[in-house]
Protein backbone atom coordinates (compact mmCIF):
# COMPACT_ATOMS: atom_id res chain seq x y z
CA UNK A 1 0.00 0.00 0.00
CA UNK A 2 1.06 3.47 -0.70
CA UNK A 3 2.18 5.85 2.23
CA UNK A 4 2.54 9.35 3.04
CA UNK A 5 6.33 10.24 3.61
CA UNK A 6 7.40 13.51 5.73
CA UNK A 7 10.80 15.20 5.82
CA UNK A 8 13.33 13.19 8.15
CA UNK A 9 13.79 14.84 11.48
CA UNK A 10 17.00 14.49 13.43
CA UNK A 11 15.15 11.00 15.13
CA UNK A 12 13.96 9.70 12.30
CA UNK A 13 10.82 9.33 9.64
CA UNK A 14 7.53 10.00 10.17
CA UNK A 15 5.45 7.63 8.17
CA UNK A 16 1.51 8.37 7.28
CA UNK A 17 0.11 5.56 6.70
CA UNK A 18 -3.46 5.56 4.35
CA UNK A 19 -6.36 6.58 6.37
CA UNK A 20 -4.55 8.86 8.78
CA UNK A 21 -3.76 12.71 8.54
CA UNK A 22 -0.36 14.45 9.56
CA UNK A 23 -1.11 16.63 12.49
CA UNK A 24 0.73 19.87 13.10
CA UNK A 25 3.53 19.78 15.67
CA UNK A 26 2.31 22.84 17.08
CA UNK A 27 -1.27 23.92 17.21
CA UNK A 28 -3.38 26.37 19.09
CA UNK A 29 -7.13 25.64 18.65
CA UNK A 30 -8.70 28.49 20.80
CA UNK A 31 -6.96 32.00 21.92
CA UNK A 32 -9.15 33.62 23.74
CA UNK A 33 -7.81 37.85 23.89
CA UNK A 34 -9.17 40.78 25.91
CA UNK A 35 -7.77 44.50 25.84
CA UNK A 36 -8.30 48.13 25.01
CA UNK A 37 -6.60 51.14 24.12
CA UNK A 38 -7.35 54.54 22.99
CA UNK A 39 -8.76 56.57 20.31
CA UNK A 40 -8.73 60.09 19.72
CA UNK A 41 -8.08 60.50 23.67
CA UNK A 42 -10.94 58.48 24.38
CA UNK A 43 -11.03 54.54 25.70
CA UNK A 44 -12.14 51.84 23.72
CA UNK A 45 -12.20 48.12 25.07
CA UNK A 46 -11.43 44.83 22.58
CA UNK A 47 -12.17 41.06 22.82
CA UNK A 48 -12.13 38.29 20.28
CA UNK A 49 -10.44 34.84 19.59
CA UNK A 50 -8.03 33.54 17.48
CA UNK A 51 -8.47 29.44 16.32
CA UNK A 52 -6.30 27.06 14.54
CA UNK A 53 -3.11 29.11 14.82
CA UNK A 54 0.08 26.87 13.53
CA UNK A 55 3.00 27.28 11.86
CA UNK A 56 2.03 23.67 9.61
CA UNK A 57 -1.16 24.87 8.23
CA UNK A 58 -0.92 22.28 5.72
CA UNK A 59 -1.34 19.37 7.93
CA UNK A 60 -4.23 20.93 9.62
CA UNK A 61 -7.98 20.77 8.18
CA UNK A 62 -9.10 24.40 9.09
CA UNK A 63 -7.70 27.69 8.32
CA UNK A 64 -6.41 30.42 10.67
CA UNK A 65 -8.93 32.64 12.12
CA UNK A 66 -9.28 35.81 13.97
CA UNK A 67 -12.59 37.33 15.72
CA UNK A 68 -12.74 41.01 16.96
CA UNK A 69 -15.20 43.25 18.73
CA UNK A 70 -14.13 46.26 19.71
CA UNK A 71 -16.47 48.77 22.00
CA UNK A 72 -15.97 52.66 23.68
CA UNK A 73 -14.56 55.37 21.53
CA UNK A 74 -14.17 52.68 18.54
CA UNK A 75 -17.09 50.71 17.73
CA UNK A 76 -15.77 47.57 15.21
CA UNK A 77 -15.90 43.78 14.08
CA UNK A 78 -13.30 42.48 12.31
CA UNK A 79 -12.83 38.88 10.81
CA UNK A 80 -9.73 37.58 9.26
CA UNK A 81 -9.08 33.86 7.86
CA UNK A 82 -5.71 33.36 6.85
CA UNK A 83 -5.71 30.34 4.69
CA UNK A 84 -2.09 28.90 3.85
CA UNK A 85 -3.27 25.14 3.31
CA UNK A 86 -2.96 25.18 -0.44
CA UNK A 87 0.47 25.88 -2.19
CA UNK A 88 -1.07 30.09 -3.17
CA UNK A 89 -2.20 31.55 0.41
CA UNK A 90 -5.59 32.47 0.31
CA UNK A 91 -6.97 35.86 3.06
CA UNK A 92 -9.80 37.53 3.71
CA UNK A 93 -10.33 40.72 5.80
CA UNK A 94 -14.01 40.83 6.60
CA UNK A 95 -14.32 44.61 8.79
CA UNK A 96 -17.57 46.85 9.71
CA UNK A 97 -17.33 49.87 11.37
CA UNK A 98 -20.92 50.51 12.34
CA UNK A 99 -19.78 54.69 13.35
CA UNK A 100 -17.17 56.85 13.04
CA UNK A 101 -17.13 60.32 14.33
CA UNK A 102 -16.88 62.65 11.15
CA UNK A 103 -15.59 65.95 11.67
CA UNK A 104 -16.84 69.30 9.83
CA UNK A 105 -15.84 69.78 6.23
CA UNK A 106 -15.48 72.40 3.45
CA UNK A 107 -15.82 71.21 -0.38
CA UNK A 108 -15.28 73.79 -2.99
CA UNK A 109 -13.47 77.42 -3.02
CA UNK A 110 -14.96 79.75 -0.28
CA UNK A 111 -14.31 82.58 -2.98
CA UNK A 112 -16.52 80.88 -5.45
CA UNK A 113 -18.60 78.18 -4.46
CA UNK A 114 -18.54 75.90 -1.26
CA UNK A 115 -20.25 73.38 0.92
CA UNK A 116 -20.08 73.00 4.41
CA UNK A 117 -20.07 69.38 5.65
CA UNK A 118 -21.38 69.22 9.09
CA UNK A 119 -20.06 66.73 12.03
CA UNK A 120 -21.56 64.02 11.77
CA UNK A 121 -21.53 59.73 11.82
CA UNK A 122 -19.94 57.66 9.21
CA UNK A 123 -20.15 53.84 8.29
CA UNK A 124 -17.42 51.70 6.76
CA UNK A 125 -17.40 48.28 5.76
CA UNK A 126 -14.29 46.51 3.66
CA UNK A 127 -14.27 43.15 2.23
CA UNK A 128 -10.90 42.56 0.87
CA UNK A 129 -9.08 38.93 -0.73
CA UNK A 130 -5.60 38.77 -0.55
CA UNK A 131 -4.48 35.24 -2.94
CA UNK A 132 -0.93 35.43 -3.26
CA UNK A 133 0.16 39.13 -4.70
CA UNK A 134 -3.49 39.70 -5.98
CA UNK A 135 -5.93 41.91 -4.47
CA UNK A 136 -9.48 41.87 -4.54
CA UNK A 137 -12.23 43.38 -2.86
CA UNK A 138 -14.03 46.86 -2.23
CA UNK A 139 -14.25 49.37 1.11
CA UNK A 140 -18.33 50.77 1.41
CA UNK A 141 -18.26 54.33 3.29
CA UNK A 142 -21.77 55.98 4.34
CA UNK A 143 -23.46 58.88 6.14
CA UNK A 144 -27.23 58.73 6.80
CA UNK A 145 -27.25 62.28 8.50
CA UNK A 146 -25.63 64.32 5.83
CA UNK A 147 -25.97 68.46 6.27
CA UNK A 148 -24.94 70.54 3.74
CA UNK A 149 -24.50 74.23 4.09
CA UNK A 150 -23.79 75.84 0.46
CA UNK A 151 -22.57 79.23 0.21
CA UNK A 152 -21.54 81.53 -2.72
CA UNK A 153 -18.87 83.83 -3.34
CA UNK A 154 -18.70 87.70 -4.30
CA UNK A 155 -17.49 85.90 -8.43
CA UNK A 156 -20.43 83.82 -8.37
CA UNK A 157 -23.58 85.33 -6.23
CA UNK A 158 -24.13 88.06 -9.21
CA UNK A 159 -24.73 84.74 -11.15
CA UNK A 160 -27.17 82.90 -8.43
CA UNK A 161 -29.16 85.20 -6.78
CA UNK A 162 -31.66 84.57 -3.51
CA UNK A 163 -31.03 80.96 -2.18
CA UNK A 164 -30.80 78.96 -5.45
CA UNK A 165 -28.32 76.63 -3.96
CA UNK A 166 -31.16 75.97 -1.05
CA UNK A 167 -31.49 72.50 -3.35
CA UNK A 168 -28.16 71.36 -2.05
CA UNK A 169 -29.62 70.69 1.77
CA UNK A 170 -32.37 68.23 0.34
CA UNK A 171 -28.64 65.90 0.22
CA UNK A 172 -29.14 63.91 3.39
CA UNK A 173 -27.27 60.68 2.15
CA UNK A 174 -23.63 59.97 1.06
CA UNK A 175 -22.59 56.53 -0.31
CA UNK A 176 -19.02 56.11 -2.09
CA UNK A 177 -17.61 52.64 -3.15
CA UNK A 178 -13.92 52.16 -3.14
CA UNK A 179 -12.66 49.12 -5.34
CA UNK A 180 -9.37 47.50 -5.03
CA UNK A 181 -7.55 45.29 -7.32
CA UNK A 182 -4.06 44.36 -8.28
CA UNK A 183 -1.12 43.64 -6.47
CA UNK A 184 -0.14 44.22 -2.74
CA UNK A 185 2.75 46.31 -4.45
CA UNK A 186 1.11 47.96 -6.69
CA UNK A 187 -2.98 48.18 -5.99
CA UNK A 188 -5.11 49.88 -8.13
CA UNK A 189 -8.32 51.68 -6.50
CA UNK A 190 -11.63 53.40 -8.70
CA UNK A 191 -14.26 55.61 -6.65
CA UNK A 192 -18.04 55.63 -7.21
CA UNK A 193 -19.61 57.89 -5.63
CA UNK A 194 -23.28 59.39 -5.45
CA UNK A 195 -22.61 62.63 -3.82
CA UNK A 196 -21.25 64.09 -7.09
CA UNK A 197 -24.31 63.06 -9.17
CA UNK A 198 -26.61 64.67 -6.41
CA UNK A 199 -24.44 68.05 -6.11
CA UNK A 200 -24.36 68.30 -9.98
CA UNK A 201 -28.39 67.45 -10.11
CA UNK A 202 -28.90 70.03 -7.31
CA UNK A 203 -26.88 72.87 -8.72
CA UNK A 204 -28.16 72.31 -12.41
CA UNK A 205 -31.44 72.82 -10.68
CA UNK A 206 -30.70 76.00 -9.10
CA UNK A 207 -29.29 77.14 -12.63
CA UNK A 208 -32.14 76.42 -14.38
CA UNK A 209 -34.51 78.21 -11.81
CA UNK A 210 -32.21 81.20 -12.20
CA UNK A 211 -32.04 81.34 -15.83
CA UNK A 212 -36.10 80.90 -15.39
CA UNK A 213 -36.28 83.65 -13.46
CA UNK A 214 -34.02 86.03 -15.03
CA UNK A 215 -36.16 85.44 -18.13
CA UNK A 216 -39.50 86.29 -16.23
CA UNK A 217 -37.92 89.29 -15.33
CA UNK A 218 -37.16 90.14 -18.92
CA UNK A 219 -40.67 89.31 -20.41
CA UNK A 220 -42.17 91.57 -16.73
CA UNK A 221 -39.89 94.22 -17.90
CA UNK A 222 -40.48 94.15 -21.81
CA UNK A 223 -44.48 94.29 -21.19
CA UNK A 224 -43.93 97.15 -18.32
CA UNK A 225 -42.22 99.08 -21.08
CA UNK A 226 -44.69 98.03 -23.65
CA UNK A 227 -47.58 99.52 -21.53
CA UNK A 228 -45.70 102.41 -20.70
CA UNK A 229 -44.91 103.03 -24.76
CA UNK A 230 -48.84 102.26 -25.55
CA UNK A 231 -49.66 104.68 -23.23
CA UNK A 232 -47.19 107.53 -24.42
CA UNK A 233 -49.03 106.85 -27.96
CA UNK A 234 -52.24 107.03 -26.64
CA UNK A 235 -51.58 110.13 -24.98
CA UNK A 236 -49.97 111.43 -27.87
CA UNK A 237 -53.14 110.47 -29.47
CA UNK A 238 -55.44 112.24 -27.58
CA UNK A 239 -53.72 115.25 -27.79
CA UNK A 240 -53.36 115.58 -30.97
CA UNK A 241 -56.80 115.03 -31.61
CA UNK A 242 -58.18 117.65 -28.80
CA UNK A 243 -55.77 120.16 -30.74
CA UNK A 244 -57.79 119.35 -34.08
Do not use: C
Request: aromatic letters at 4%.
Amino acid sequence: SSSEEIPVDERGINVIFPGHHASPDFLIRRLLLEGGGTANGNQFAFSGEMKHLTHQSQRHSAPTSLHLEATGALRLTADVTLDRRQTVPQDRFLIDIPAMDQSEQILGNPQKMAMRIAPGSVSIRADLRVEGDELDGQIVIEQADLRIEPSLGAEYARYLTGDRLGRLREIDRFQAHVFLVGSLRQPRWRLESNLGEQIAEAVNAAVRDELAARQQQLMDRGRQEADREIARLQNQFLRENREL
